[in-house]
């Protein structure tokens, strides 16, 4: 079935420096991928999206890799602020519907 | 714009009773909306899509006669959770997607504590 994963459940960053968030997902049909960002106790926010056409996007300080040859997803975040501790999730949804599939989540802990 | 809301935010329910749980979309039109439940320290898991004037589809292992949807307008769906368990306990999530496209944007959660 589908599935979409990532390796670190955890991730400790320091104050400015950069975060990459990484993302496997299985399904080779998907053609749209969203990175969320959740804060404890609040509904997920919407970071930064990408089109299985590209490569690449970039946001404000954020930016997504998509390899699709590899069915990787990665989120970068540009000199990584307090504000960014949060718990990152990647979803990708198939082309045939509307469901969202969410990976299991990154925590990213910034140390002042 | 594009919000989202969610009534109640919490709620604590003895064993046994019923609650409901709402989604809003404020300033756009959603046919198709979603209900995700979120363990503690877990990812979200759709339970459930919901769509405007038809049943809902439900996930596989979800059970429709517990966790009743209803999705009677273009901004309303709303959650109800009957018989509610202690390990009905979580964080229920709704999001909806706009008419007008492909993004669909969450609302802020309920917490449900059953005791």
């Known amino acids: 079935g589908e599935s979409v994963g990532l390796h670190l459940p955890t991730l400790s960053v320091q104050e400015g420096d950069n975060s990459i968030i990484n993302c496997a997902y299985s399904?080779?049909?998907?053609?749209?991928f969203i990175w969320y960002k959740q804060e404890s106790g609040k509904g997920p926010q919407f970071i930064i999206d990408?089109?299985?056409?590209?490569d690449k996007r970039q946001g404000q300080r954020v930016t997504v890799l998509l390899n699709k040859t590899v069915k990787h997803l990665s989120l970068q975040i540009a000199a990584t602020q307090p504000g960014d501790s949060a718990v990152y999730f990647c979803?990708?949804?198939?082309?045939?519907?509307?469901?969202?599939?969410f990976g299991g989540g990154t925590r990213v802990l910034v140390k002042p | 714009g594009a919000v989202v809301s969610q009534h109640p935010s919490w709620v604590i329910c003895k064993s046994g009773t019923s609650v409901k749980i709402e989604c809003r979309s404020l300033?756009?039109?959603?046919?198709?909306m979603f209900w995700y439940r979120q363990f503690p320290k877990q990812s979200l898991m759709l339970m459930a899509t919901s769509n405007e004037g038809s049943k809902a589809t439900y996930e596989q292992g979800v059970e429709k006669d517990k966790f009743l949807i209803n999705h009677a307008s273009l901004t309303l769906s709303t959650l109800t959770v009957t018989s509610a368990h202690p390990e009905d306990s979580s964080f229920y999530i709704c999001?909806?997607?706009?008419?007008?496209?492909?993004?669909?944007?969450f609302g802020p959660g309920t917490r449900l504590t059953v005791t």
């Open positions: 399904n080779s049909a998907s053609d749209y």
């Open positions: 999001s909806a997607r706009d008419n007008r496209g492909y993004e669909q944007y």
């Open positions: 990408i089109r299985s056409n590209m």
């Open positions: 300033d756009f039109q959603a046919t198709t």
């Open positions: 979803a990708e949804r198939g082309a045939a519907g509307n469901k969202l599939t």
